[in-house]
């Protein structure tokens, strides 16, 4: 049984920084590219970034390139995301996302509000 779980979110300022984790079960982490998507009231998913199994290659948005790090740390099966410079159009649910034979998976998200 697949499990992702995310961690992290909160309420930041604007120019603040938040770590998300998202720790995964059920899968063979060493061999699954991540995901993180992320969810504003109103607004489709969207995907912010993704790394490869081994962590070579990493994608991000163009609205968060410059600010968020995607990493993972395979021994502990745990997916980061690391965000600085945080804006109010930051705020959204944030989820954790892999594919398993075509098939997505999904946490249950973490909420990250950027408000003064």
């Known amino acids: 049984q697949v499990q992702l779980v995310e961690s992290g979110g909160g309420l930041v300022q604007p120019g603040g920084s938040l770590r998300l984790s998202c720790a995964a079960s059920g899968i063979i982490f060493s061999l699954s590219d991540m995901r993180w998507y992320r969810q504003a009231p109103g607004k489709e998913r969207e995907l912010v970034a993704l790394i490869t199994r081994t962590g070579a290659i990493t994608n991000y948005a163009d609205s968060v390139k410059g600010r968020f790090t995607i990493s993972r740390d395979n021994v502990r099966k745990t997916v980061y995301l690391q965000m600085i410079s945080l804006k109010p159009e930051d705020t959204a649910v944030y989820y954790c996302?892999?594919?398993?034979?075509?098939?997505?998976?999904w946490g249950q998200g973490t909420q990250v509000t950027v408000s003064s």
């Open positions: 996302n892999t594919r398993v034979n075509k098939v997505d998976f």
